[in-house]
């Protein structure tokens, strides 16, 4: 049978469109005939390349009996989380505050105005582990709901009423200093893992976003405390099995505390801010290392997740097809035995691919495979016969079943895609790299963006999606159209840029300052999502404020620096108390206190002195420093496409740069050295 999900666009819904499972999108539809037949509402919510979430669909949505059950007594309602992180936040929210853990899949069980009863995550066929199995637990409701409806209603009742009343109490917070992100990097080393990098026991997930304040706040205070941390994290990782040691790009987490064996879902989200992160540490101390894995990273995402109409898709699965056994199992793409690899590169070789990835007899994975790694105490090997060894091994996983690809482009993710692209492929003279960031941002704007600049969340196969961009997406893209224009010397990418910001003061900022995650006219949900701590992506709100603040460096204007001081007012709140929960929200806070610094660089478009002060520009280290570059702009606005090069002029007719902070300005200079230190550039 086909149900209502055949029309979708999300490729997690097409997914379940031959379930017997009777499952609607998320409309007024769905509630209304929850309403009409008296019945309780089952919210499945998960997304394409969630494990857990397949596992679910086959144990029980795709199961006769479950689903006529679910037909006859529910109305169900299927929701993909990367489409709907408002929908997801909200319930997600309920279910964390009820369970004390969440996760995907997530079931909740509504009434018909959507207000939630009853919560769970996955869910058995049959009872294991002290969990009930999925059809006791729809006995469960039903009977609930038929024989004690009022009790039903009143927890209903409470758990609305206990979620609004858990709204941010923004306060009195002002804009954080260098005492409260002090306190913050004390948090980060008391949670640090000193042995093995990272913070926190297993699950382990790549830190993106602290990584990146630990790299800002050594660049402001030069404390080698962060970057050592920065640095041993970047690298465990990148040894470890959380890294594709074949294809580059990283896994979404490590199960284990030494990063041995991921859970094998590769993300676009995580790939692009790694892969930016990588790049900055690489600024900072010339490693080779993160210059290896930054460009593999990038050519990972463009190789396997851009599409034919150059955005990029949202990830892979870390499911995929045994050869050997024909199922569908975690890691079998990526798993290698002993005997395999031999197989493939012939007895020496092989022997040798064996000691220098790791790879045991009893395997570091299931079924005695092992996750390819790079170990410290590995044999010393000629760089040549490795890159031998990879190619031919790569060709070789190459032929085996590979893991599906969620295709739809979700605007946030690109946009952070974009800004990773464009910065590696100007620090790494990759001009490919470039282009592949601007036909991504290109169509972002012909796709995503409506006339009035709105954005929609996400599109697939060139088609928009009917969903509206939420706060993450318009901080997002706008941060990827400013990078863009710094490596580029496009000023069109910071006017669409300010287009996007402009709409998060007219539609998502609070009068306190605060934002809320979606926009004031958004379909009303049970309440409206406002969370400034990131999870494997930078919050809406901390995104939103690194955007207004480059923004206004860029053009000086006042209202926009406001908006983004008023913002960052959650960042002297919650930094020093969780501060590997706002991590993006401490780099932003890096920025301001260090201006950011504007520079501007001034010159004719073919003089090669002008290309060099601007490679020096983009290789500083200054925490968000914004770069434009062109021909000098007149007073009266003509000439130069940003405003920073207003007035600029050359000195003795030679390109020369201009940089400034806090209103004061420092020397111009034609001299790469001296503009190298007043940026922080270490690189050459």
Request: one cysteine or more.
């Amino acid at each position: 049978m086909s149900n209502r999900l055949a029309n979708e666009t999300s490729p997690y819904l097409l997914q379940h469109a031959d379930n017997p499972v009777d499952w609607w999108p998320w409309s007024p539809e769905a509630f209304a005939e929850a309403r009409e037949r008296g019945v309780p509402v089952v919210l499945s919510v998960g997304y394409a390349s969630c494990h857990w979430c397949h596992v679910m669909a086959h144990e029980s949505f795709e199961d006769e009996l479950t689903a006529a059950y679910m037909n006859e007594h529910f109305v169900n309602v299927k929701v993909d989380r990367e489409e709907r992180p408002d929908i997801d936040a909200v319930y997600m929210e309920a279910v964390q505050a009820a369970t004390g853990h969440g996760g995907w899949p997530m079931t909740v069980f509504l009434n018909a105005d959507a207000e939630p009863f009853y919560f769970g995550t996955y869910f058995p066929p049959e009872p294991r582990h002290g969990m009930p199995s999925f059809t006791q637990v729809l006995e469960g409701v039903r009977a609930a709901w038929v024989g004690r409806p009022e009790e039903v209603a009143e927890v209903a009742r409470r758990i609305v009423r206990d979620l609004s009343e858990r709204q941010l109490d923004y306060g009195k917070a002002t804009t954080p200093g260098a005492e409260e992100l002090a306190q913050a990097l004390l948090g980060l080393t008391r949670e640090y893992d000193a042995v093995r990098g990272g913070f926190g026991g297993a699950p382990k997930f790549p830190p993106s976003m602290v990584l990146e304040f630990l790299l800002r706040h050594h660049a402001r205070t030069g404390s080698e405390g962060a970057l050592q941390m920065a640095a041993d994290t970047c690298e465990a990782m990148a040894r470890g099995g959380l890294y594709d040691q074949l294809g580059g790009g990283f896994a979404r987490y490590s199960v284990d505390r030494e990063w041995v064996v991921p859970h094998f879902e590769k993300m676009l989200y995580d790939n692009a801010l790694l892969c930016r992160v990588y790049a900055h540490l690489w600024r900072a101390t010339g490693s080779e290392l993160a210059r290896r894995v930054a460009l593999e990273t990038a050519d990972f995402m463009v190789r396997e997740l851009r599409t034919e109409h150059g955005g990029f898709a949202s990830a892979l699965d870390a499911d995929s097809e045994d050869p050997e056994t024909g199922k569908h199992v975690e890691g079998a793409y990526y798993a290698w035995t002993p005997a395999q690899l031999r197989e493939v590169l012939g007895q020496e070789d092989g022997d040798l691919a064996v000691a220098y990835f790791g790879v045991t007899q009893e395997g570091t994975f299931e079924h005695g495979a092992s996750v390819l790694q790079l170990p410290p105490e590995g044999p010393a090997a000629d760089a040549a016969r490795i890159a031998s060894i990879r190619e031919r091994l790569l060709a070789a996983r190459s032929r085996r079943p590979a893991p599906g690809r969620d295709d739809k482009v979700v605007a946030a993710w690109n946009g952070l895609a974009v800004a990773a692209l464009a910065e590696c492929g100007a620090y790494f003279d990759r001009p490919d790299l470039v282009e592949r960031a601007t036909e991504a941002a290109d169509l972002l704007v012909r796709v995503h963006m409506d006339g009035r600049a709105r954005l929609a969340r996400t599109s697939k196969d060139g088609r928009v999606g009917v969903n509206a961009g939420v706060l993450e997406d318009y901080g997002d893209v706008a941060e990827g159209f400013l990078a863009l224009a710094s490596v580029t010397g496009e000023g069109v990418w910071l006017e669409f840029a300010g287009f996007l910001v402009d709409l998060v003061l007219d539609r998502f900022t609070a009068q306190d300052g605060s934002l809320y995650d979606t926009a004031h006219d958004a379909e009303p949900l049970i309440r409206r999502p406002q969370d400034p701590t990131d999870t494997a992506t930078p919050s809406g709100w901390t995104a939103a404020a690194g955007a207004l603040l480059s923004y206004a460096a860029h053009t000086g204007s006042q209202a926009h620096r406001t908006a983004a001081e008023r913002a960052l007012g959650v960042v002297q709140a919650l930094g020093p108390r969780a501060p590997r929960f706002i991590g993006h929200g401490l780099a932003v806070a890096e920025a301001l206190l260090d201006g950011p610094r504007e520079v501007a660089v001034v010159g004719r478009p073919e003089d090669p002195a002008r290309a060099g002060l601007h490679r020096v520009a983009l290789l500083g280290t200054a925490p968000g420093a914004v770069v434009a570059t062109g021909v000098p702009r007149a007073a009266d606005g003509s000439g130069g496409e940003f405003p920073l090069l207003a007035e600029r002029t050359l000195v003795d007719g030679r390109p020369t740069a201009y940089v400034c902070r806090h209103f004061v300005c420092d020397r111009p200079t034609t001299d790469p050295g001296e503009l190298a230190e007043q940026v922080g550039t270490t690189r050459p």
